[in-house]
């Protein structure tokens, strides 16, 4: 589960996110902190229930969703490459 900072500004339901600078808006200097990705599990167990492949599936899902905004994908561009 998300940590108590992340639930208050996000929800307690969220499955997925990710921190750090997109890829475009790196500059010369690097981040003293990586971009990061973080999929929480739990929540997605919550989401899908027990079906192993449902759950294999939404963690793709989600890994590929927060990959596009490390890309800088916003909503609609991530809907145009097919991620949810």
Do not use: K
């Amino acid at each position: 589960h998300p940590d108590a900072d992340i639930s208050a500004e996000l929800g307690d339901d969220i499955l997925g996110l990710f921190s750090g600078e997109a890829l475009h808006e790196r500059g010369e200097t690097l981040s003293p902190t990586p971009p990061q990705i973080h999929l929480f599990l739990e929540n997605i167990l919550e989401e899908v229930g027990q079906d192993p492949i449902r759950y294999r599936e939404e963690i793709r899902i989600t890994l590929l969703h927060e990959l596009g905004h490390y890309l800088g994908w916003d909503e609609e561009a991530m809907e145009q490459h097919g991620i949810e």
